[in-house]
């Protein structure tokens, strides 16, 4: 059997490709969590990830277990929080997934907001990945996912835009744009554009990672990725760029990657999305929450996070 702090290590360090950073989240040293992931790779007798100088990815027998551990150590986590529910007397738990730490900070606020409004009930922030949020909605592991536009899923009903944030394009620092002050649409044939993991839909593909520019120069296509850790380390090693949010510039400062703002591409609008089976009472009461939360946080819609 796995100890816990195994089992935090390895699947924090999958979703973050950093000991660094996996250490500052579960507080522990970087030293432990490298002592930790190297005993569980003795244990089980094979790498589980892959480390150079400027990258950690996962093997293929990393990428097997972490599929495998993931929705164990998630059942394990829902149990416990319905035992610690029970005992405070909570009647509803409305269960939110979000991308990203600027969606995150406007989760937990619209969480106390939401609790402050509807006594007895409350929010179970879920932190999810490209790949999978989507899946995790359907599959019914979230109630709710706060999402970008463009988003058109069937069975799935769009709530209101919460807040808008200025696209950039995030290209390896050592790359011939990166000193650039804005960027346009037409640059996107100077470089190679990393392609959303197997799960993302053709639509959303086709506006965030397009084929060509609006006057029709062809757009060479990077290596896919899955979660926005592994495509900053992408970037950061040479391999391609990707057109992100503004809220990396104040979450994923990087020394070897570059961001620069479109001075000729729309926002990116957030919403959140939910099954249309699913109750609408505490959706709307949370939508509500959001985008008061996002005006008090500043970040109403309409304006561009970032700035």
């Known amino acids: 059997m796995l100890e816990r702090v195994e089992l935090e290590a390895f699947l924090t ?10 250490a500052e989240r579960l507080h522990l040293s970087t030293g432990r969590i490298s002592q930790t992931i190297q005993r569980l790779e003795r244990r089980i007798g094979t790498p589980l990830f892959e480390r150079t100088s400027r990258n ?3 093997t293929a ?3 097997q277990l972490h599929d495998d551990l993931l929705p164990v150590y998630r059942e394990l986590e829902a149990g416990l ?9 909570v009647e509803h738990v409305l269960r939110v997934g979000f991308l990203g730490p600027a969606v995150g900070q406007l989760t937990l606020h619209a969480a106390r907001l939401y609790a402050e409004r509807l006594p007895g009930c409350r929010v179970q922030p879920r932190e999810l990945q490209i790949f999978d949020a989507l899946p995790r909605l359907r599959d019914g592991d979230v109630d709710l996912v706060i999402v970008t536009l463009p988003h058109q899923e069937p069975g799935m009903v769009n709530g209101p835009v919460l807040f808008s944030e200025q696209r950039m394009l ?7 744009l990166a ?10 044939a100077a470089v190679k554009l990393l392609r959303a993991g197997r ?11 397009p084929q060509r520019t609006p006057s029709g120069v062809p757009i060479e296509a990077g290596p896919p990725f899955e979660t926005l ?3 900053l380390a992408l970037i950061g090693a040479g391999e391609g760029a990707f057109v992100v949010g503004a809220q990396v510039t104040r979450y994923y400062a990087r020394a070897d990657v570059a961001y620069i703002p479109f001075r000729d591409a729309p926002p990116l609008e957030w919403i959140p999305t939910w099954l249309a089976v699913t109750p609408t009472s505490n959706i709307h009461a949370f939508s509500q929450a959001a985008r008061d939360a996002a005006g008090l946080l500043h970040l109403a819609a309409g304006t561009d996070l970032g700035t």
């Open 229 to 231: 850790q592994e495509a």
């Open 61 to 63: 027998a990393g990428r």
């Open 56 to 58: 950690v990815r996962l």
């Open 179 to 188: 000193g650039r002050d804005t960027v346009s649409m037409e640059d996107l």
């Open 199 to 209: 799960t993302a839909p053709d639509y959303w593909r086709a506006e965030r990672t």
């Open 13 to 22: 360090l999958a979703e973050e490709l950093h000991f660094g950073r996996t």
């Open 81 to 89: 929080q319905k035992a610690i529910d029970t005992a405070k007397g």
């Open 170 to 176: 995030a290209v390896p620092s050592t790359h011939a």
